[in-house]
Every structure is written in structure tokens, then in C-alpha cells.
């Protein structure tokens, strides 16, 4: 929850989770309180947040980061992502969704990875593995 309140010498009301001095980037920070490590060369989490930043803020965020408070931290990791990644990160989220968008069971392919389907009563399934 954000907490508001005047500052002396600030024009506006500051909000504690948001209010930084002016010459100080912004930087996304993700809590984790799991004993899992998160690769911030490969999560997609940190930079779909930046994006998102982009709609809330006056300003282009582009430093984010786990800050570990589990079994594993306390730590902090941050990096800086660029332009290209932000963008790598949603085309790749734009496809994902076009594809959910346009899936249909009609386009399905029956194969040896229907045998841990649980659905294998599906028209799809091999007749090997249909259930009754």
C-alpha cells in the first residue's frame, strides 16, 4: 500500500514506494520470498514489468531486479535492460498471446506424447490409448 505525504521544499505529495530524489533512476524491484534463484539474463519477468512501467510513469524504467528477503537473501540483483531486449521480450509475449488468441483443438497432431495426457478419451488420442 502506498503511503502519502507532504515533504517540505517538494511541490507534490510524495508516495513512499514510488518518491526518489530527481537524479536517481527508477528501478523495478520484484520481492522474492522463495528459495528458487531467478536468472535475470533469462526471466521474462523483470523486463514485461518494465514494460508495463512504461504506461505509469513520465519516464522510461529500465533498471529492475529480485530483492531476496527468503532462505536466500537478504540480496539484491538489478540489471539494466535496452531497448532491444525490452522489445525481444514483447514480441515474444505478443506472439505467445496471438497464438492462445488462434489456438483451436481442431489443430491437434496425435503422437507418442499422448500417453501422459490425462485427456487420452479425446478424438485426438491414438486408438491405442483411447479410454473408455
Not at 514494460?51 to 540480496?75: F, M
Amino acid at each position: 500500500m502506498a503511503h502519502s505525504s507532504s515533504v517540505p521544499g517538494r511541490s507534490r505529495p510524495s508516495r513512499s514506494f514510488l518518491d526518489r530524489p530527481a537524479d536517481v533512476e527508477r528501478v523495478r524491484f520484484e520481492h522474492v520470498a522463495t528459495e528458487q534463484h531467478r536468472d535475470l539474463g533469462t526471466d521474462k519477468q523483470l523486463p514485461i514489468y518494465l514494460l508495463a512501467c512504461r504506461d505509469l510513469y513520465d519516464e522510461t524504467v529500465t533498471q529492475a531486479g529480485y530483492a531476496y528477503v527468503g532462505e536466500i537473501g537478504p540480496r539484491v540483483e538489478t540489471r539494466t535492460f535496452n531497448e532491444t531486449e525490452l522489445q525481444a521480450v514483447k514480441d515474444d509475449v505478443t506472439t505467445a498471446m496471438n497464438r492462445i488468441v488462434e489456438f483451436s483443438f481442431n489443430g491437434y497432431s496425435a503422437g507418442d506424447h499422448c500417453r501422459w495426457c490425462q485427456h487420452n478419451q479425446l478424438p485426438c488420442a491414438p486408438d491405442s490409448l483411447q479410454s473408455d
